[in-house]
């Protein structure tokens, strides 16, 4: 209610309609799989970096740049 002071109007919450009015995303298999890829890739090079391995992080993110340069 101070909002609606200073800013000079009323602020409601989403209706319940706006709130469960949501867009399904159909993912197929192969696009998963990149997905996956690129998370083991990410997760791998973190993991290297906390080691200090530096040969095995710079490997990891080429090779996830290669999957996210996928089309």
């Given at each position: 209610?101070?909002?609606s002071?200073?800013?000079g109007t009323t602020i409601t919450s989403?209706?319940?309609e706006?709130?469960?009015d949501q867009s399904t995303i159909v993912v197929d298999q192969q696009t998963k799989d990149l997905f996956k890829?690129?998370?083991d890739l990410y997760d791998?090079?973190?993991r290297s970096q906390k080691e200090?391995?530096?040969a095995s992080y710079g490997e990891a993110l080429k090779r996830l740049g290669e999957i996210l340069r996928r089309k």
């Amino acid at each position: 209610m101070a909002l609606s002071r200073i800013f000079g109007t009323t602020i409601t919450s989403p209706t319940q309609e706006e709130k469960t009015d949501q867009s399904t995303i159909v993912v197929d298999q192969q696009t998963k799989d990149l997905f996956k890829q690129a998370q083991d890739l990410y997760d791998e090079a973190i993991r290297s970096q906390k080691e200090g391995d530096w040969a095995s992080y710079g490997e990891a993110l080429k090779r996830l740049g290669e999957i996210l340069r996928r089309k």
